[in-house]
């Protein structure tokens, strides 16, 4: 139940109009545990259950990554366009104009970076979800259901998360550009700052590297087709984590 | 029908000013005799569609099979139609009749005109409004007919009621074809409610009830008309549902020539632009007696909804593209889905497609990054600030560095994990496909020599050492060889390789539980 607790958390912390969208891995296990202890009679149509939901749970991924996908395109074209029309207008007279937007620019663009990343959690997660479920499928049952499906899973659009990537880096690429402006150098970065931040987005973000470490642990069932552990320096995330939990917002 | 007459009778249709066509097929299934030029409903409906374009409104009615007519409403969908769905749920003996009408804006004088089978002679007649009684037969109705034939089996009408309406109506005659009164009580505020079909009222109207099939467009193209026919105006359509029978025509067209089936790109799309102004989809509930699943469940929210199924996925260059066409045609307010889906000339993309991303395109715009993904607009920080506040911008600065740093680190940590997630699964398939062929070799092995004792070869494969894999109890994780995993390591980056050496230094261990805790 380690996962189902974990990714409950991620879906609690998530935006809140993703949190529907995420894997119903509870429902899952209850129908797995069904056709388990079912009487043969009722087991080949507790496992067509299952695996219709299963499909319709891909489906429902799949349907709602492509939009999101669809989104942040336009989204990132309109970000530059913003950007290039600011920057133009940097040389006018009307600075203060520009700085303001500037920032909204700055805040923006690093928050839709945010979104973006996490819709590729919300990939990844939903793909171990499917992958334990199948693997307790397999166990339960002594099906082989896992190697075609999974396979099949990773043909999925919702998984073949190339795009999303691409548009992360280029909005890295943007933002680095973005904050080329000459800043001072005082380093003074307090708890107000992090108030500043938009503070979900950077809590689901924190929030899903800590649930990927901890899945990565290792387990009871640790195998062939398990992951290793996070190499990730433990300092990095403690502040983190540190700096989003007692901030007065 | 021959298509020859099929034709025929359309280009009469023309140069009458027919606008408006219902066109029927009959089921082979139910008529043995009769034969089509046509194998279906879509079928007459393409072929109608290039030759006289958008000339015609045409309904088409009466499928018997609830599936078919999905399945013909999603084409319809993806042929970037607009129409609406009326679907009509009057469990009539188990049979469910829908209507389906595609709707196209029809100039003021509309008439019908429904195409007939007729052994004799294709007879254009315009009708104003169908009728049927119980007797079995259809008479469509029209006081000015040219060209009567007596096929056509008209009968006396029968002036339907509120009553009658409501009721089920007719049996299910399993001889030819199924005759059910079809009538609209229109509720809504624009009309009276019940129309009685009489020979003298012509001004029949239905109000389908609109499904998800019923495009809300921009109400920039609202140019619908229906007088007196069939085909109800759109404004009519209300979120209630009237009343609904259905009526069957008997007489249907076609004869047998091969159907054409021309790839759905060839129909002009863009017609959903010029949709009447349509009230939002309304909720149908349709007791399915024929045990079929359809999700029927439209959303109320008429700017969200997508009717078109085939998702498409969109890319930076097809959005460059879209961009163009927008910006050619005056602005993204300015600009239709019509016109963009145009002048884009891409395959395989549909007025639906193009719509809805218009509609998020628009809203990208309007509301630069208010996007409904993020619960906090945490706008104040920043509207207060003065950018000349140093000290304040740069505590700002930080935070979004920091921001950028973890959300970087995220990003770094997902790729490395799908990649490793994709060479496992990859590893997984090569042992398994191993193992099956050591498998094979021994079966070959055993029946080749089966008198011997057991295969030697059989164990070997089982037991080699396998240190890279720790214990498992997945029961389909078959043992393997170690060599075997060297095969697909080809393209590993360096953290991938550090990875699985990590793997390898991590012995099974059976972890406990209290573990996990304090690695947090």
């Not at chain 2, 007719?170 to 009276?192: D, I, K, N, R, Y």
């Not at chain 2, 057991?454 to 043992?479: F, H, R, V, Y």
């Amino acid at each position: 139940m380690k996962f189902g607790k974990r990714l409950k958390r991620q879906v609690e912390e998530t935006i809140p109009a993703w949190r529907d969208k995420f894997l119903s891995y509870k429902d899952l296990k209850k129908l797995v545990r069904l056709i388990s202890v079912a009487p043969s009679s009722a087991e080949s149509k507790a496992e067509a259950e299952f695996i219709y939901l299963l499909n319709s749970e891909i489906e429902k991924f799949n349907a709602f990554f492509m939009e999101q996908e669809e989104e942040f395109i336009i989204r990132l074209r309109e970000l530059k366009e913003r950007l290039r029309s600011v920057i133009t207008a940097a040389n006018e007279p009307p600075e203060a104009v520009y700085a303001a937007e500037m920032w909204r620019i700055r805040k923006d663009i690093v928050n839709f970076h945010g979104e973006m990343v996490l819709l590729e959690n919300y990939s990844s997660i939903n793909y171990t979800g499917l992958a334990k479920i199948l693997k307790k499928y397999d166990k339960r049952t002594g099906g082989l259901l896992r190697l075609p499906f999974i396979e099949k899973v990773l043909k999925q659009p919702f998984f073949t998360t190339d795009l999303i990537s691409k548009l992360v880096k280029e909005c890295e690429d943007t933002i680095e550009a973005v904050f080329q402006v000459p800043q001072e150098d005082a380093r003074s970065g307090g708890p107000e700052a992090v108030a500043a931040t938009e503070q979900s987005i950077f809590r689901n973000t924190v929030a899903a590297l800590a649930t990927m470490k901890e899945l990565r642990n290792g387990s009871s069932t640790y195998g062939q087709f398990s992951l290793p552990p996070m190499s990730l320096p433990d300092i990095d995330l403690a502040q983190a984590l540190q700096l989003t939990s007692p901030i007065p917002s | 029908m021959s298509l020859a007459s099929t034709d025929h009778v359309l280009v009469i249709a023309c140069a009458v000013g027919i606008l408006n066509i219902l066109a029927l097929y009959e089921d082979p299934q139910k008529k043995p005799g009769c034969e089509n030029a046509f194998t279906s409903t879509i079928d007459l409906v393409r072929h109608i569609r290039p030759t006289h374009n958008d000339y015609f409104s045409i309904t088409v009615a009466s499928y018997p099979d609830f599936s078919v007519v999905v399945a013909e409403l999603r084409e319809f969908d993806s042929t970037g139609k607009s129409f609406s769905l009326s679907i009509i749920a009057i469990e009539i003996k188990n049979i469910i009749l829908p209507t389906i009408k595609e709707k196209y804006p029809a100039l003021p004088d509309s008439q019908q005109v429904s195409m007939e089978r007729g052994p004799r002679s294709e007879h254009v007649t315009s009708c104003h409004t169908p009728f049927v009684s119980n007797s079995g037969s259809i008479g469509p109705l029209f006081s000015s007919a040219p060209g009567f034939s007596s096929d056509l089996h008209f009968s006396s009408v029968a002036p339907l009621d509120r009553q009658m309406i409501t009721a089920p109506l007719v049996s299910q005659s399993s001889e030819s074809g199924m005759w059910f009164p079809l009538a609209q009580s229109h509720s809504g505020a624009s009309q009276t409610s019940v129309r009685k079909f009489t020979r003298e009222s012509p001004d029949v109207s239905w109000s389908p009830v609109s499904l998800q099939g019923v495009i809300d467009n921009d109400s920039a193209v609202s140019n619908q008309v229906q007088s007196n026919c069939i085909m109800v105006s759109d404004d009519k359509q209300d979120d209630i549902w009237s009343d609904l029978i259905v009526d069957e025509w008997k007489e249907l067209l076609n004869d047998p020539n091969s159907t054409d089936t021309q790839p759905k790109e060839a129909y002009s799309l863009g017609q959903a632009s010029n949709i009447s102004s349509h009230q939002p989809q309304t909720h149908l509930a349709i007791p399915s007696h024929s045990g079929e699943h359809y999700a029927v469940t439209s959303p109320t929210s008429a700017a969200n909804s997508s009717a078109a199924k085939p998702r498409m996925r969109w890319t930076p260059e097809l959005h460059e593209c879209f961009v163009e066409a927008v910006n050619q045609l005056g602005g993204s307010e300015k600009a239709t889905p019509k016109g963009v889906l145009k002048l884009m000339k891409v395959d395989g993309l549909t007025i639906y497609h193009v719509k809805s991303h218009l509609q998020k395109y628009r809203t990208a715009r309007y509301r630069p990054d208010s996007s409904e993904g993020t619960s906090e607009k945490n706008a104040s920080p920043l509207e207060g600030v003065s950018s000349l506040d140093l000290k304040t911008g740069i505590e700002i600065t930080e935070a979004l560095r920091l921001q950028m740093e973890v959300q970087k680190r995220l990003h770094e940590q997902l790729e490395i994990q799908r990649n490793l997630q994709l060479r496992i699964e990859e590893q997984g398939r090569y042992l398994q496909m191993m193992f099956e062929q050591q498998c094979k070799g021994n079966i070959d092995k055993l029946k080749a020599s089966s008198s011997q004792s057991p295969d030697p070869t059989n164990t070997q494969a089982t037991e080699t050492p396998t240190d890279k894999k720790p214990q498992d109890d997945a029961g389909d994780d078959s043992p393997v060889s170690a060599k075997a995993t060297e095969g697909p390591k080809q393209n590993k980056t360096r953290t991938e390789t550090e990875a699985i050496d990590i793997l390898d230094e991590h012995p099974p261990l059976k972890r406990i539980k209290g573990n996990e805790n304090d690695l947090q």
